[in-house]
């Protein structure tokens, strides 16, 4: 079973097995099209389109932020029509980074799927084979049972985390997973306000990535989060939108550090309403 990454040589062998399902999870956040057009073009084969917007997001509300949770049972239907089942080994990816790629993946493990793994470099390291097999094909599924299992308890709310900052933290530690620049309130260009969390730490997900664009491995990730996380059971990941700080919780469980939820409503949700505190600065 692959629980957190799987590299291209791994997944290659399996392409077409009938307990294996692969995920397209290609999107970008100023084109919403744009991933699925690419996968028209050409994609691993066999592999499913998941939309981030209408596959692993809910519609966003007045009080939401851009990428709110999907509804569990909504989403496990749709597992349920992509044919995943109890026995099912998914591989996520994306255009390279694994920031839409991990939020399938702790999607998938918030039902309770631990079956699913990222891409360890996404469709980059897989073309940069010329030989790996790419595809235009429609795939055709056949739907199989799919039990959720919720984890209601690896999700923090606002109404949960308001009173938390309002304590200092009490002992949680708050991680923002976006750009250090954008934490800041130095250069925001997607939220209508700037800044972050008051309290919060900044650890850019891009951290967890070696140049080559894959993952560091498990020890340099525990180096890099240990100095910030004494206990991961204690930390709370959010980003702008509940998205890239999947990708966080990832490298956490890729170094055996388990227990960080998520805020899933993230910097988006936290400043629908203007009553809410706002820091600006690096710290």
């Known amino acids: 079973m692959h629980r957190t990454l799987i590299d291209c040589d791994t997944l290659a062998p399996h392409l077409g097995a ?12 100023g084109k919403p099209e744009l991933g699925g057009a690419q996968y028209w073009q050409g994609h691993i084969p066999g592999a499913i389109y998941a939309h981030l917007d209408r596959d692993l997001s809910a519609p966003v509300t007045p009080s939401s932020g851009r990428h709110p949770l999907p509804d569990p ?12 089942t109890a026995r099912t080994q998914v591989v996520a990816y994306d255009q390279g980074n694994g920031m839409c790629a991990a939020r399938l993946w702790w999607l998938l493990r918030w039902l309770g799927h631990e079956r699913v793994a990222v891409l360890n470099g996404g469709l980059t390291e897989w073309t940069r084979v010329p030989s790996r097999p790419m595809s235009r094909d429609v795939v055709t599924l056949a ?21 938390l900052v309002e304590a200092g933290l009490s002992g949680q530690v708050l991680c923002d997973a976006r750009g250090a620049d954008r934490f800041a309130g130095q250069n925001e260009t997607i939220d209508p306000v700037a800044g972050h969390v008051p309290g919060a730490s900044n650890m850019p997900f891009a951290g967890n990535l070696g140049p080559d664009g894959r993952f560091l491995s498990p020890a340099q990730l525990r180096d890099r989060w240990t100095q910030k996380l004494p206990d991961p059971s204690r930390t709370i ?32 949700e936290w400043i629908r309403d203007p009553a809410r505190p706002v820091a600006i600065g690096s710290v």
Not at 19 to 26: A, K, M, Q, T
Not at 73 to 81: D, E, I, P, Q, V
């Open 237 to 268: 990941m959010m980003c702008g939108s509940g998205v890239s700080a999947c990708h966080n919780l990832l490298a956490l469980e890729h170094a055996g550090l388990s227990g960080a939820k998520l805020y899933a409503g993230s910097w988006s």
């Open 18 to 29: 009938p307990d294996w399902r692969v995920f397209d999870c290609r999107f970008d956040l």
């Open 73 to 84: 049972a909504t989403l496990a239907a749709r597992c349920a029509g992509w044919g995943i």
């Open 143 to 163: 739907a199989g049972p799919f039990a959720a299992r919720l984890r209601k308890d690896w999700v923090v709310s606002t109404e949960q985390l308001a009173p």
